[in-house]
């Protein structure tokens, strides 16, 4: 894990095995943080930090599985792979649900209290509420990362309650809002995410990873297959879809084009962030096939890094964006609750254009010196 | 008015005539400009817009002759500067608020239409909507040039009515508002200096500048002064203010800086905005030095007509969001409408701190070459 740099001379001897190698470990990993997730006991409140970990080691490794079945899908055995990559999607994205709407709410409270003019909202130790830079308090890396409360627990949210003596009226009755929304939203998550991990779908998948960690499904000709060309593949597809978005005004600081429509009659979520989380998805992708490829240079260039968390920050950020413009549609609220809500829509329209910025900034290295 | 670039072999023989003769062309373009005002009938239907020039011409002079007297401050009449430059401080004062806020209303409603996604609203073919580049927009240079109506006149404002059609509600509501609220203020600063423009007040400013036409009372040892040290004096003072500036932060693009405090219980005027109007104030009387010095070399240098349109720029945006956050705080307004301004807040906001981005861009490349 300690190596930062690709070396060239490390060449994969046959290559479908290191395919199957990855998966493998995955797999492993998988089935490692399902016994955890279930021995913390799924959520209740003693295990609650374990369980949340538990949970979201479970999706890292869906997530590697699903794109490495993507990536390297001429190896392995079509049905297979196929049947499999829909249930692990399924399962991240219920995972995911209940730490994204944590995260949303820490987002949009520390963003509160700064436009209030009050101290940062100490989010564990991490400094989320500084959009200049890219910080590692994206969704990912869990700056919030809430314990998780079974449904009616005594713990609504993990992170102190904010301190709302310095927010005007509006601004504190926006939080209240928002607080309620987005809690009730991340309660329900956290059951749905308990009922799924018990459902018969769920044991399913479990199964067919079980069956990924002993033997992965290769096809016949797997053995003869060269890697290169599809990692390959996945980077020309990001490349491609980075070519397609509007880098030139990404880098002209100011713009505004993040914030154009932010009044339209349209709802969210906003069309022009589509293309930049389509990139993110294959950001991730091409960065997984490395690390199939690459297995001693995990982690991977530290400007891909750089350039994955700006567009984690423009996916948080444009979710937050939206959650506070439907906050505001809430029936019978005050026109100073209403008022906050939109300074805080633009503020996060703002980060959304500062991460395009910062990605922008990112890839002008990047396409100098990715391999 | 071609030349674009100080021309150092120039010298002035006798430095106080400089100064004399300076004072002299403006006072007399000040008596031209108050004659055409006086026959287009001082903001009548029919001459309206020659009388607006005109006001925008008589302000252009009070301004410059007020700079002039406390820039080379040692070479004139003590009395006599000290008495008359408050009287042209309120003349300048009173003659560009009507114009202040028409200019502020056609910056919100162009910034509403823009946040609404509908074709930018064509302020007379400039491009204000515009945030990214510092245009040539600004309230100075008269983007927004509205008619004098006389009060009830049949054009309450001389822009086309905005096409709303595209807008939401609240956005539309927003800017129904802000026009009722600025076009009455508008209203009344057109009333106000209609009403300075027949005072006796305004005909002492007058005399005084009838004199200044003819014969500047000039102290006995001018003739034997240096203007040099003077002019440098205005021009530490500039750069001493700069220094006190937060460039850095200011260089760092996004830093979202602007809207902190965007919510906080503080009314407007925006506290960290001072500094940067203070050097605004003092540009403008660096660069009535330099027109002192090198008469033949007006317009000066264009970046420092580029620092001072940022600043310009800067404190319209500044005076636009406070305009938005204080129509918010009408009562019984919608929920949809307080959003919808506060929406445009921030977005003014922002702006302001675009401004200041573009004056840091420009003050760089200033620093090196200032003479």
Redo the contacts between chains.
């Keep these: 894990m300690a190596q930062r740099h690709l070396d060239p001379t490390n060449t994969t001897a046959a290559p479908a095995d290191a395919v199957a190698g990855y998966l493998r470990e995955r797999a492993t990993e998988f089935l490692r943080a399902l016994r955890t997730h279930r021995e913390t006991g799924g959520g209740t409140a003693s295990g609650a930090e374990e369980s949340t970990d538990a949970a979201l080691a479970l999706r890292r490794s869906a997530r590697r599985i699903s794109g490495t079945l993507h990536t390297f899908r001429p190896l392995l055995d079509a049905d297979w792979s196929e049947s499999l990559r829909p249930e692990l999607a399924w399962l991240s994205g219920t995972l995911g649900r209940e730490h994204a709407y944590a995260a949303r709410l820490d987002r949009l409270v520390t963003a509160?209290n700064?436009?209030?003019?009050a101290t940062p909202f100490p989010a564990q130790g991490t400094a989320q509420g500084t959009?200049?830079k890219p910080v590692a308090g994206s969704r990912a890396t869990g700056a919030a990362r809430p314990g998780a409360p079974a449904p009616g627990a005594a713990a609504p949210h993990a992170h102190p309650a904010p301190d709302r003596g310095?927010?005007?009226v509006?601004?504190a009755k926006a939080g209240a809002l928002l607080d309620r929304q987005l809690t009730l939203a991340r309660t329900r998550a956290h059951s749905a995410a308990l009922q799924a991990l018990g459902s018969s779908r769920f044991h399913a998948v479990a199964d067919s990873v079980a069956v990924l960690a002993s033997e992965v499904p290769l096809t016949p000709t797997a053995t003869a297959a060269d890697l290169g060309p599809l990692a390959a593949a996945a980077h020309d597809r990001l490349r491609d879809a980075v070519t397609g978005l509007p880098l030139h005004t990404a880098g002209?600081?100011?713009?505004?084009e993040a914030?154009?429509?932010?009044?339209?009659?349209?709802t969210a979520p906003h069309p022009q962030d589509a293309p930049w989380h389509q990139v993110r998805l294959l950001l991730r992708l091409h960065r997984y096939a490395l690390e199939v490829l690459h297995p001693e240079a995990v982690p991977v260039d530290v400007r891909l890094l750089a350039a994955g968390e700006a567009l984690n920050r423009h996916r948080d950020a444009s979710e937050a964006a939206s959650a506070a413009a439907a906050a505001?549609r809430t029936p019978r609220?005050?026109?100073?609750?209403?008022?906050?809500?939109?300074?805080?829509?633009?503020?996060q329209r703002?980060?959304v254009?500062?991460s395009r910025?910062a990605f922008q900034q990112c890839w002008q290295k990047e396409a100098v010196s990715t391999p």
Tied chains: 1, 2.
């Design positions: 509160l700064r436009l209030s003019g959009p200049s310095n927010l005007t509006g601004a002209r600081p100011y713009n505004a914030l154009i429509h932010g009044l339209s009659p349209d505001a609220i005050a026109p100073a609750t209403a008022y906050a809500l939109g300074v805080l829509h633009a503020d703002h980060e254009e500062a910025f």
